[in-house]
């Protein structure tokens, strides 16, 4: 797959969108097929793991909520004969991000995985992040100001999103054989975590009953240059809700994960879909909701709910 790099407006180095122009989205649940296997878990050694283990016992110094936790690391896409998307995926760490990603160390490791491996992203985390445009029955987008505490992207406005988690799927995935990995029924678990884990987090971060939400459709996936090329996986989420009955959900503040934003903005579907929004409203965009944004502009030419 290409990978175009577009310069988002919110003054950051910009995103790259994984060019699915072949193939046609948003994408269902049933369009999507995942190969796993070991093959496409980031390449390390001990001087590697020396130095990502410094920064990660730094980070946590300095915000001792951080925790190591595995992640699904995201290789590629590729397109099946029967044109099924297929995603490739590995293990990594939550502490590799830290360490790789999310530092300016991740550019030596760039250089050392092409000279090495003669690929630059081979010892990247690059763990797979989702997220939703959740988009309420009055045509209005919600996006979430995070909270200061968060380890990254503190104080921004975002989607809703997170990362599916390996450990939902086995508890005992990272010692799985090969033949485990190819199993079927593992590769179908595996893609239901992923769609399943974007209407969790609804429901975890914003209070959305699970009923109120259809579910994710993928509208693609991109990569943050802010964070040496980091993956998310961009959905879109239609809620059966209004505006107003979201707002009062996510004021009772007794969600799982309600400390990790402070407050809710909503933003109105045409000017998503058109991107004509303020300056200090791009300003204060993560990446990945302008990654989203700029997805959700190519997939709809008029609003989802109107379709």
Known sequence: MDERAFITQNGTEGIEIIDLACHKIPLHRSQIQINFSDNFSNK??????????????????????????????????????????????????????????????????????????????????????????????????????????????????????????????????????EEECRKPENLRRIRDEIFDSVIHEVRDEVNLPMETIKDPVLLGVIRSLERSGRPSAEFLVLCSLTSEEVEELYSKNCQAEADESIGIVFILEEKIRTQVLEQHVWNNLTDAACGAIELYSRCYSVSPNKQ
Request: charged fraction near 25%; glycine fraction near 8%.
């Open 44 to 177: 390390s050694d001990t001087w590697i793991e020396k130095s990502v283990k410094l920064i990660w016992d730094e980070k946590c110094q300095e915000n001792n909520r951080l925790y190591n936790k595995s992640k699904f690391r995201f290789d590629s896409i590729a397109i099946c004969n029967d044109h099924q998307i297929v995603i490739n995926l590995g293990l990594t760490t939550y502490m590799e991000l830290i360490g790789t990603n999310c530092h300016p160390f991740g550019k030596e490791l760039v250089l050392h995985g092409m000279k090495c491996f003669k690929n630059g992203r081979s010892c990247l985390a690059d763990p797979l992040g989702v997220g939703c445009l959740l988009l309420t029955a009055d045509e209005k987008f919600l996006f979430l100001k995070r909270a200061m505490w968060t380890g990254e992207d503190k104080g921004k406005l975002d989607r809703p999103g997170g990362h599916p988690e390996p450990d939902n799927v086995s508890l005992a995935i990272q010692s799985w054989t």
